[in-house]
């Protein structure tokens, strides 16, 4: 008999939900509070000497991250934090149609007991950190855009009271303060950790890639696990070719499957859209690709693709940008690119 029992949590705001199954004993449900103490009984619960425990929980943003720090690297406990969307389709296969705690910490512990294990990796806190401050950039940048909009739009009313638009713009100078003030606490993350300020200078050396794209790039590839391959960095990413076909009269085209980290896939934007302006050797693969027929916005997800490869590979060998290793230029200058999609 396997001394490996197998276990999911679900996580909410206030509290967890574990389901263990105990190769001895069965299974057991138990109730924890989503706090430090909480997570200290959770491990006492789960540690049993000389068996190994499987432990499984979705992706969930910051309501499981001390959790799983907490589970990281405990004797006897293997962590595995799985895709939201691959533990859905999961229970789909299952048959569970119906949603509730019970249900969906049920399907997290066949999970961890019937697919294939892939560890979590522990990042660090310099790379914690970092992440929290670039999402938390990002969404300053979203709000003060949302912002200048609802400013605009009061500006050309008169309908609108005075009242408002002084709010609108005290909201506007807190947010212009913010910015720049936990931008500089990210470089200083950045600058604190060799690692961090090796890969960013890296990033800074690819064309249409300044501080803030770096920031916001380097703070979501600094937590994935370290031996994750290029093609992984994709499929995280959302990037992967997703085809849909069936038979001979089934047959839809393909598209970008979205299966991933939206933040890493909005951030790699911008970056792609100024490469293919100003890097002659992304400017010839974008025209490449829209003289072979794709779509511009196809033709700009391809070159995002090119672009997490380079990352890869500069991280791996420690070597700054080389376009010619993305693309081969024919002998002839491509002609120049009139229009790109715009956002």
Known sequence: MSNRDSCGI??????????????????????FANTPPGHQEIVRFLRRAGRVVRVCMESTGLYGLDLALALSGQEGIELMVANPRAARHFAYALMKRSKNEPIDVGVLEEFAARMPFQAWARPSSSALALHALARRLRELVEMQTAEKNRQHAAGLSQAIPAVVRRDLARSLRAQARAIPRLTRQARQIIAQDAQLHEQYELLDSVPGIAETSAVQLLGELCVLPPDLAARQWVAHTGLDPREYFSGSSVRKKPRISKAGNKHLRHALYMPALVAVRHDPHLRGFYQHLRAAGKL???????????????FHAMFRTHQRYDGSKLFQLPSAPAQEVNSVPVA
Do not use: F, N
């Open 10 to 31: 679900e996580v909410s705001a206030k509290e967890l939900l574990v389901k263990v199954r105990r190769q001895d004993e069965g299974e057991g449900e138990r109730w």
């Open 296 to 310: 511009k916005m196809q033709a700009l997800v391809a070159v995002m693709r090119k672009l997490l490869h380079a």
